[in-house]
């Protein structure tokens, strides 16, 4: 098993990718915490996942709050000793709102989505150091990189950051052990909190620009991550690896 006992915390893990990325952690053998916001749908990944012969427990963390980090972080530390695997999965589309020019959504994109990584990044780094290091993976988004209409500008800062603060992290902690590296996801299906993406319309014209002429499967981003997560990627450092279908290659 990749991940044999291994105690990773997935942020937004009640549902979609972050789910998925549990899921997947939990059959290979990792000790996965689930957290998120949304209390129930938490519980019940918990649940399904312990039913399937997984190892699993749940935290409510708001990312956006860092109070619930070292609350969360402590609890981590307190039931299991240490902190293995951070992903920072958490974040909101950033078509929810259909308002382009927003302020108050662009200050929301960036609240959950960067300071979010953020205050994961400090607190996970932290307690990663005095046990000997770890893996930090961060969700980026090929918005980091290139321009996509119908999207909230502030998406793509908000990822962008992302991406820029997987490297900075990367060079901070790396005499500590920890590794910290990035996945940026190009169409995949619509987020819990996708609007205008979710349009079909919209969804038929970005898929047509791909390359492979499809759109991507949350396991397909989930493998990418537990590659960064485990071992196998021991020297890999501050890098973002696109799981895009080759968008961002034309």
């Known amino acids: 098993m990749r991940l044999h006992n291994k105690v990773t915390l997935i ?18 053998g990792a000790r996965v915490v689930v957290a998120d916001i949304n209390d129930g749908d938490g519980t019940t990944a918990v649940k399904e996942i312990q039913a399937a012969g997984g190892q699993a427990h749940y935290v409510h963390l708001d ?10 972080i402590d609890e981590v530390l307190g039931l299991f000793g240490r902190l293995d695997v951070l992903v920072n999965n958490a974040g909101i589309s950033g078509t929810f709102d259909p308002d382009l020019t927003s302020t108050a959504f662009y200050d929301q994109l960036m609240l959950i989505n960067a300071k979010g990584v953020f205050l994961g990044i400090k607190h ?6 005095r046990t000997g290091g770890g893996s930090i993976v961060n969700l980026s988004s090929i918005s980091a990189s290139i321009g996509q209409p119908g999207v909230h500008m502030g998406y793509g800062a908000s ?26 996801p190009g169409m995949l299906p619509p987020m819990r909190t996708s609007r205008g993406s979710a349009d079909p319309v919209w969804r038929a014209k ?21 590659f960064l997560a485990s071992d196998e990627s021991s020297y890999v450092t501050g890098i973002e690896i696109l799981v895009d279908g080759g968008l961002t290659a034309v």
């Open 124 to 129: 996970a780094a932290a307690a990663m150091a």
């Open 206 to 226: 970005q898929i047509d620009a791909v390359p492979m002429k499809r759109a991507g499967d949350v396991q397909e981003v989930a493998d990418v991550v537990l």
């Open 159 to 184: 990822k962008a950051a992302i991406k820029s603060m997987t490297k900075t992290a990367s060079v901070h902690h790396a005499d500590q052990g920890i590794r910290v590296n990035a996945v940026a």
């Open 11 to 28: 942020t937004g893990a009640a549902s979609g990718m972050g789910r998925a990325t549990a899921d997947t952690f939990a059959r290979e």
């Open 63 to 72: 990312v956006t709050d860092e109070t619930s980090w070292t609350t969360a």
